[in-house]
């Protein structure tokens, strides 16, 4: 069992910075795969970026070069540094967890946290 808590959303203006930060529990967080997915108003949950156990990362085409992830095994955290933030990056962000490789789909998520991008 694996419990995701996130933290570091917030209100920003447009070209803005925020840190996302996502704190997991238990011992064998180095083995998972994490992932941060996002959701906007009345839109469905959308994939953002991902890191494996070890360390491949992926991106969706609408944060490349503005978003990092990273994991810190030692904490247990995952890390997502957003910059130049935009409007439409709007939406409660969402940590998940998985012990796959290679998720089609996480096992474990966060409660979420808002974020606000201000035109």
């Known amino acids: 069992q694996v419990q995701l808590v996130e933290s570091g959303g917030g209100l920003v203006q447009a070209g803005g910075s925020l840190r996302l930060s996502c704190a997991a529990s238990?011992?064998?967080?180095?083995?998972?795969?994490m992932g941060w997915f996002r959701q906007a108003p009345g839109k469905g949950r959308e994939f953002v970026a991902s890191?494996?156990?070890?360390?491949?990362?992926n991106y969706a085409d609408s944060v490349k070069g503005r978003f990092a992830i990273s994991r810190d095994n030692a904490k247990n955290m995952v890390l997502l540094e957003m910059n130049s933030l935009k409007p439409e990056d709007t939406a409660v962000y969402y940590c998940a967890a998985d012990s796959a490789s290679r998720p089609s789909a996480y096992t474990y998520w966060g409660q979420g946290t808002q974020v606000t991008v201000s035109s």
């Open positions: 238990g011992r064998t967080f180095s083995g998972y795969s």
């Open positions: 890191i494996s156990w070890s360390w491949n990362t």
